[in-house]
């Protein structure tokens, strides 16, 4: 936790799930480079554990197995998505996904193998093919988290600042009709001061939503927090009808819910009513 008072970067990250993990590491490139951007990584808890990428269980999806592909990948995802989902982001999520897991493994993510020393492949609805990752069974989110905490904490051009919720972008008019630009944050630390800090971009990785519901499988700090701070600095925002919801978790009284992974769903269960009946129709 800074000293109150402005401090400067050339990246503010807002986040420290995997979006803000990953974007940090590769803004500040290899840690071995004597020169590069410097990043200020913000959280509000403790890093890498406060957002939902440490409660993710089921896994990842990559295009691993040589007997699959990548643009099999994305045809599964589009079709997954009925259609609405930008073909060039899917392109880039299922082909550059393959890439990510090496470098994972590489800075020593343990993914769970099979007898014969190959990734050990699981099967989630909608996939065509066994292309689910996933490590120390369902604890895939938090091995993942573990890696690109460490991998940020001891890099030399990554700052991380724990304990501080982002109140506030600060924005100024590039010119009498320009476009608002944004300079940095306002946050608020654990004992309640303000904490001002400037860089010429400022990247919102704040994950999702989920907790403007009563009933969630999300933690505290998906609140929204990233979509209100972009709309109230200016912000046009896209894609705001998609909501993540898991069709499955356990209403017991707990908060968030717990979820029940999409794996079993996978692996051949079905979702049916006290009479039997399948809930979406034929699975
Ligand atoms: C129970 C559960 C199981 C899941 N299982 C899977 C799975 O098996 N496979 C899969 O692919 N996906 C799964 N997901 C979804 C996956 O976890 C998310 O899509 C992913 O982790 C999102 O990463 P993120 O970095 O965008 O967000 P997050 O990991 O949520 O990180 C957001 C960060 O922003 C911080 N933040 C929020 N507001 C502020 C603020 N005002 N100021 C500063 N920081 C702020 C948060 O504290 C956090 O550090 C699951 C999700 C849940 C909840």
Request: aromatic content about 4%.
């Amino acid at each position: 936790m800074p000293a109150p008072g402005l401090k400067r970067t050339d990246l503010l990250v807002v986040g420290s799930g995997v979006a803000g993990l990953s974007a940090a590491l590769a803004a500040a490139g290899p840690a071995t480079d004597a020169e590069g951007c410097q990043v200020v990584v913000l959280t509000p808890g403790t890093l890498g554990s406060d957002g939902a990428t440490c409660m993710a269980q089921g896994g990842v999806a990559a295009a691993v197995d040589p007997r699959d592909d990548p643009d099999a990948h994305a045809a599964d995802t589009a079709r997954a998505g009925e259609g609405l989902g930008d073909p060039e982001r899917i392109r880039i999520l299922t082909h550059e996904a393959s890439g990510r897991i090496t470098d994972l493994v590489d800075w020593g993510a343990r993914f769970d193998r099979a007898s014969d020393g190959t990734l050990a492949l699981g099967l989630e609805g909608a996939h065509g093919h066994r292309r689910i990752l996933h490590a120390n069974g369902d604890q895939t989110g938090r091995e993942l988290a573990r890696v690109l905490r460490a991998r940020v904490r001891s890099h030399p051009r990554i700052h991380v600042v724990e304990g501080v919720r982002v109140r506030a972008l600060r924005a100024r008019a590039s010119g009498p009709a320009g476009p608002t630009q944004v300079t940095g944050v306002t946050a608020e630390g654990a004992d309640g001061l303000p904490v001002a800090i400037e860089a010429p971009v400022t990247l919102l990785a704040t994950g999702g939503a989920g907790r403007l519901y009563r009933w969630t499988t999300n933690p505290p700090w998906a609140s929204g927090d990233g979509i209100a701070l972009a709309i109230e600095a200016g912000a046009w925002l896209a894609g705001m009808e998609f909501m993540q919801f898991h069709p499955t978790a356990l209403h017991v009284s707990m908060d968030p819910l717990p979820l029940v992974s999409e794996a079993i769903r996978g692996e051949g269960a079905r979702l049916v009513d006290a009479t039997g009946r399948p809930l979406f129709g034929a699975e």
